[in-house]
């Protein structure tokens, strides 16, 4: 198994453009997880997902959209980048069935808006 | 908010024992208490999670107090490679992760 993996890895944007940064696991799991990580920070929940067709706002989700047509996928999309989401971005999945336990965090996209 | 309360920072020297404390004061009873570290430019990983008995596995061992309202995780040997910051949960499964600021551990050679 890949486990969960991120694209793109790094990614510089200017102010204004938009982009999604894509998140897939291969252990299908139910639920599915964005955060972001400012410098020194901790993380903060964008949206997440318990299924496909599902999904739910976490803690800062203003400037974010997220979609799952897929068990697999759960992308996320910046609609108009601005400074302040500059940011490292986690993507996390879990199983929800039985005793959910264990939570599988990707390598994170580091993105910066210039 | 994160409903867990840890101290901000601790520092052990290598190759001694860890204690990591965590106050869940407002846990139920179906909630489950999980432990996970964040090593240095890396995503988080799960250390180890128990639900009332203390539990082992080749990470750490978990201490939960009887009432269920503390626990400690216990590295027994830190090493380097356990710096990081880490992170308690009470969690029941059926919501977020939601992570506080943690406990950053310091190993000194």
């Known amino acids: 198994n890949a486990g969960v993996t991120q694209t793109p890895k790094f990614q510089v944007l200017k102010t204004g453009q938009s982009m999604t940064l894509q998140c897939a696991q291969d252990?299908?799991?139910?639920?599915m997880s964005w955060y972001r990580q400012d410098p020194g920070m901790g993380l903060r929940l964008i949206h997440y997902?318990?299924?496909?067709?599902?999904?739910d706002q976490g803690e800062v989700p203003n400037g974010y959209n997220v979609s799952r047509s897929t068990t697999e996928d759960f992308p996320l999309r910046l609609l108009s980048a601005a400074p302040s989401q500059t940011s490292v971005y986690f993507c996390?999945?879990?199983?929800?069935?039985?005793?959910?336990?264990?939570?599988?965090f990707g390598p994170g996209t580091r993105l910066t808006v210039t | 908010d994160a409903k867990t309360t840890q101290p901000n920072s601790m520092e052990s020297n290598e190759e001694e024992p860890v204690h990591l404390p965590c106050n869940h004061s407002?846990?139920?009873?179906?909630?489950?208490i999980h432990w996970y570290r964040q090593l240095p430019s890396q995503g988080p990983e799960y250390v180890i999670h128990?639900?009332?008995s203390n539990v082992n596995n080749r990470m750490a061992s978990l201490a939960i107090a009887e009432d269920r309202k503390s626990s400690t995780l216990i590295l027994h040997r830190a090493t380097l490679r356990d710096a990081a910051v880490y992170y308690c949960?009470?969690?029941?499964?059926?919501?977020?992760?939601?992570f506080g600021k943690g406990t950053r551990l310091s190993v000194i050679a």
């Open positions: 996390a999945s879990r199983n929800q069935r039985g005793n959910p336990y264990e939570q599988y």
């Open positions: 128990g639900l009332t």
């Open positions: 407002t846990i139920s009873g179906t909630d489950y």
């Open positions: 252990m299908n799991h139910e639920y």
């Open positions: 949960f009470d969690f029941s499964g059926n919501t977020p992760l939601v």
């Open positions: 997902s318990v299924g496909a067709g599902i999904t």
